[in-house]
């Protein structure tokens, strides 16, 4: 009878348990917890694709493969690396429609849960991929790497199949006008910068970074410039030299 | 009676789940226009003689490099070759990927891709073995897909001698490829990964782009053979080691120095400028 007694009042505990935390709001998990796919770490560009104008500052002039109008031919045509270096420009082509394509080692980890902070060798510079509500914080002036929103993209479940994997889409608006490319190939200050991050790993055990990277700019560019980029997964403690912006 | 029922229901059930393996999460057919942004001066006029920055090629290659003349290419042999599996998405050409449905489960059991100068392109997604090492090898090779999330990872191998760019760096027939297809919205992005124990000290890997074009539509290309140049039945054009003069001209046009010309897989990391630097 005793034991009959407890069991009940085992039930009833529980029962109300229950209802004491149905009362609570939900609390939606964070970006970080969210995260279909693991991209923090340390990565290097690997360098295969339109070297000429990467790995080398291209000479004044070649803007081969970028749909530039008239007007950004001209600018191009224009440029000065001595002037920007003079008027404290030097990072123009440091900024967030460009840095993904320019040689060396990026670093991605999170800045609390909701911000996504990757650090580049190249010019020192640090983006911020701001989640949710992150994301709402107050504008300020342009800046080289603009203001980034983040989202995630988790793969599509099948037949009730919980969902595994996904990517990372990133839209960067709100920046500085700079370069496309080391030779004074512009964007504007108008531009908006789409990113998607996925992640391919390989059996050899090689990890891959690979940025689809898409520039839009109603002031220079005819049609939308997209590139990808890809980057190799570094192993922990490896070097990390980074190089202030540079011209010419 | 009710119990029968259950065993029933629950066996169809696994069935049904187990019978998926080639589930599709993305759908990657539709016509497919190709955006040259990147390496587009190697890619459409194609590339210059001696131009291998940034691949991680060995000796061996830039010997068969050194030894290849364009002339080749008029050869009746060659005139209607296509390009390889693994080429053929760095070329010039729009992309057509059709989907084949089995009809009664209406899953995606392989996609098709095709090229202007290529040959149509299966990819298997029903799980089927690849052949035996002795079986043919093709242009198109012989690829099996399989979905990681929302990418489709495909093997490629049975591929024929290919080349990784077209002035004469070679690809051996024991070469393999990894591909990775990747649907971001309206755009494609497909990062392919050679590895070739001949000619290749690490992966070759490159990510190229296109775009969703409801009107387009990949012609046909129909090939004939004709006689281009008069030369005797037997002469194959060449260049013995050490006679090829043009080696060194796309150094010293775009003022490069010759050992980055010359590629191999330390040219692929941006440590490297660091040596540019110093010539």
Redesign the interface.
């Known amino acids: 009878m005793t034991r009959g007694v407890a069991g009940v009042a085992a039930i009833l505990v529980v029962v109300g348990t229950g209802t004491a935390f149905a009362q609570q709001p939900p609390v939606a998990p964070s970006a970080r917890a969210q995260a279909?796919?693991d991209l923090t770490g340390d990565w290097?560009?690997?360098?295969?694709?339109?070297?000429?104008w990467r790995?080398?500052t291209p000479p004044k002039g070649d803007y081969?493969?970028?749909?530039l109008n008239a007007e950004a031919r001209k600018v191009a045509d224009a440029w000065n690396p001595t002037r920007d270096a003079a008027s404290g420009e030097a990072c123009r082509a440091y900024g967030a429609a460009a840095i993904m394509r320019l040689?060396?080692?990026i670093r991605i980890a999170w800045e609390g849960d909701a911000v996504l902070r990757v650090d580049t060798?190249?010019g020192s510079q640090t983006r911020l991929f701001r989640f949710g509500a992150a994301a709402a914080e107050a504008s300020s002036a342009p800046t080289w790497q603009g203001r980034s929103l983040a989202q995630w993209q988790p793969?599509?479940g099948?037949?009730?199949?919980p969902?595994?994997?996904?990517?990372l889409?990133v839209v960067t608006t709100e920046m500085r006008s700079g370069y496309l490319r080391k030779n004074g190939v512009p964007y504007s200050s108008s531009a908006t910068v789409t990113e998607?991050y996925?992640r391919?790993?390989?059996?050899?055990g090689?990890s891959?970074l690979?940025v689809?990277t898409?520039v839009e700019d109603p002031r220079y560019l005819t049609g939308?410039?997209?590139?990808?980029?890809?980057f190799?997964r570094l192993g922990a403690g490896g070097t990390w030299t980074p190089t202030p912006c540079e011209t010419g | 009676m009710m119990r029968r029922l259950v065993t029933l229901l629950f066996t169809a059930c696994m069935a049904?789940?187990v019978s998926?393996p080639a589930?599709?999460?993305?759908d990657f057919s539709g016509e497919w226009g190709v955006?040259?942004?990147?390496?587009?001066?190697e890619r459409v006029p194609g590339p210059e003689l001696g131009d291998f920055?940034?691949?991680p090629i060995n000796n061996a290659a830039r010997l068969r490099a050194a030894a290849w003349d364009a002339s080749l290419q008029t050869l009746r042999e060659w005139q209607c070759r296509p390009h390889s599996a693994d080429y053929i998405w760095r070329g010039p050409s729009p992309l057509t990927i059709s989907k084949e449905v089995d009809p009664v489960s209406r899953e995606i059991v392989a996609f098709h891709a095709e090229w202007l100068r290529s040959v149509d392109r299966p990819v298997y997604l029903d799980g089927r073995p690849h052949p035996s090492p002795n079986a043919p090898h093709t242009w198109a090779g012989f690829s099996t897909g399989r979905w990681?999330?929302?990418?489709l990872?495909v093997a490629v191998t049975h591929l024929k001698e290919g080349y990784l760019r077209r002035n004469g760096l070679p690809r051996s027939d024991k070469a393999t490829v990894?591909e990775?297809w990747?649907r971001?919205g309206d755009?494609l992005?497909v990062?392919t990964?050679v590895?070739d124990p001949v000619y290749l000290t690490e992966?070759?890997?490159?990510?190229?782009?296109y775009?969703l074009t409801l009107n387009q539509q990949v012609p046909p290309y129909p090939c004939g053979v004709v006689q281009e140049v008069d030369r005797p039945k037997d002469q194959v054009p060449h260049f013995l080691p050490g006679d090829n003069p043009y080696m060194t001209e796309f150094a010293t046009k775009?003022k490069?120095p010759v050992e980055?010309t010359q590629g191999g897989a330390e040219?692929?990391?941006?440590d490297?400028?660091s040596k540019?630097r110093a010539r």
């Open positions: 279909p796919v290097v560009s690997v360098v295969t694709e339109d070297w000429r790995m080398v081969a493969s970028v749909p040689p060396g080692r060798e190249a793969s599509g099948r037949r009730g199949a969902p595994s994997g996904g990517s889409r998607y996925n391919a790993n390989e059996p050899n090689d891959w690979v689809t898409v939308r410039f997209v590139t990808s980029s890809h190799k | 049904v789940s998926a589930s599709a999460q993305v955006r040259m942004y990147e390496d587009q001066p920055l940034g691949i990681e999330g929302d990418m990872t990894r990775h990747i971001n755009f992005t990062m990964v590895t992966p070759f890997v490159r990510t190229t782009d775009e775009h490069l980055a040219t692929m990391y941006p490297f400028r540019v």
